[in-house]
Nanobody, 121 residues
Framework: QLVESGGGLVQAGGSLRLSCAAS????????MGWFRQAPGKEREFVGA???????VFADSVKGRFTISRDNAKNTAYLQMNSLKPEDTAVYYC?????????????????WGQGTQVTVSS
């Protein structure tokens, strides 16, 4: 089970840190991904982190977002800086039984329930 937290309302230019806590199984074998879905749009890839901590990001968030993981705490994090109104969406974390993440949502095995991020202009 994956549980996201940390969403909320923030002004443009602000920051938020989302957490994704895993329970019920060891966290370390999984690659983790973050996706988001804005109203009326398809779910899109935000970024991913491999088992060993290598990260990759969508161009739209590169340089503003970072991903980290703490295997001892079974938790992954999405740090979002310099937020823009177009970052407004429900953010989801996902886990994949693999070394590497994927930009494709259908390659992930487990999903969180999502957390709302709203960026005001």
């Amino acid at each position: 089970q994956l549980v996201e937290s940390g969403g909320g309302l923030v002004q443009a230019g602000g920051s938020l840190r989302l957490s994704c806590a895993a329970s019920g199984r060891s966290f370390s074998p999984y690659a983790m991904g973050w996706f988001r879905q804005a109203p009326g749009k398809e779910r899109e890839f935000v970024g991913a982190i491999t088992r060993n901590g290598v990260t990759v990001f969508a161009d739209s968030v590169k340089g503003r977002f970072t991903i980290s993981r703490d295997n001892a705490k079974n938790t992954a994090y999405l740090q979002m800086n310099s937020l823009k109104p177009e970052d407004t969406a429900v953010y989801y974390c996902a886990a994949r039984i693999a070394s590497f993440g994927s930009t494709s949502s259908n390659r992930y095995d487990y999903w969180g329930q999502g957390t709302q991020v709203t960026v005001s202009s």
